[in-house]
């Protein structure tokens, strides 16, 4: 009858390779982003919410410029199904001649949420931009 021989090598490395593969899908679902589309169709709130507390987030419209801490949308579409909230925010939001519109079964009490001293330069910036109910 053979016997199983098995090495100290062999059984770390299996070990090794079994929790490896179980990571996977933890390490596949980390790298899904919060996504900015700007087309007025796909829900863009989870990517302004990220990007106002600090996280990244991926971009899929050329209408989008960075600039240090500082986010500029200019002619975008967005849609938003839940509030956009400034309050305690690590980074600056600028919305310039774009539309934003509020799609359904809309989450929050208000579209913006702003906590701040009024007369103070505050995290976010729209000109010219059109809210769409």
């Keep these: 009858m053979p016997t199983l021989d ?3 090598r062999l059984l770390f490395g299996g070990l090794a390779t079994f929790v490896a ?3 996977i899908p933890l390490s596949r679902g ?3 982003l919060p996504t900015l589309v700007g087309d007025g169709a796909h829900d863009d709130g989870p990517a302004l919410n990220a990007w106002l507390r600090g ?3 991926r971009v899929l419209t050329d209408r989008v ?3 240090g801490d500082r ?3 200019d002619h975008a579409d967005l849609a938003v199904r839940e509030s956009i909230i400034f309050a305690g925010a690590s980074r600056s939001l600028d919305v310039e001649y774009s539309r934003v519109r509020v799609l359904p079964h809309f989450r929050g009490d208000y579209l913006l949420w702003i906590d701040a001293d009024p007369d103070a330069e505050g995290p976010v910036h729209f000109w010219r ?5």
């Design 6 to 8: 098995i090495t100290r």
């Design 21 to 23: 593969a179980a990571a």
């Design 30 to 32: 980390a790298l899904v």
């Design 55 to 57: 996280e990244p987030i």
């Design 65 to 67: 410029s960075f600039s």
């Design 71 to 73: 986010l500029a949308i």
């Design 129 to 133: 931009a059109n809210i769409l109910g």
